[in-house]
C-alpha cells in the first residue's frame, strides 16, 4: 500500500507543479500583450503630435514667406 500512496502524492506534486507553471505562463503572456498594446498606443499618440507639430511649422514657414 505505501507505493500506492506514495505514487498518488507525486502525482497530485506534479499536477499542482504543473497547474502553477501553466497559470505563470499564462500571466506572462497577458502582461507581455498588454506592453504590446500600451507600446502601440504611445507610438500613435507620438506619431499624432509630430503629425500636428509638424503641421504647425509648415503653416508658421507658409506664414513667414507669404
Same mark, same amino acid.
Given at each position: 500500500m505505501? !507505493?500506492f500512496?506514495? +505514487? *498518488? !502524492? %507525486?502525482? %497530485?506534486f &506534479?499536477?499542482?507543479?504543473? =497547474? &502553477? *507553471?501553466? %497559470?505563470?505562463?499564462?500571466?506572462?503572456?497577458? &502582461? %507581455?500583450?498588454? &506592453?504590446?498594446r500600451l507600446k502601440?498606443?504611445r507610438?500613435?499618440a !507620438?506619431? +499624432? =503630435?509630430?503629425?500636428? =507639430? +509638424?503641421?504647425?511649422?509648415e503653416k508658421? *514657414?507658409a506664414?513667414g514667406? +507669404?
Open positions: 505505501e !507505493n500512496w506514495e +505514487s *498518488v !502524492n %507525486l502525482m %497530485l &506534479v499536477y499542482a507543479l504543473a =497547474a &502553477v *507553471v501553466s %497559470l505563470a505562463v499564462a500571466w506572462i503572456i497577458k &502582461v %507581455l500583450f498588454k &506592453v504590446i502601440e498606443t507610438a500613435a !507620438n506619431a +499624432s =503630435a509630430s503629425d500636428e =507639430a +509638424s503641421d504647425e511649422a508658421t *514657414v506664414e514667406t +507669404s
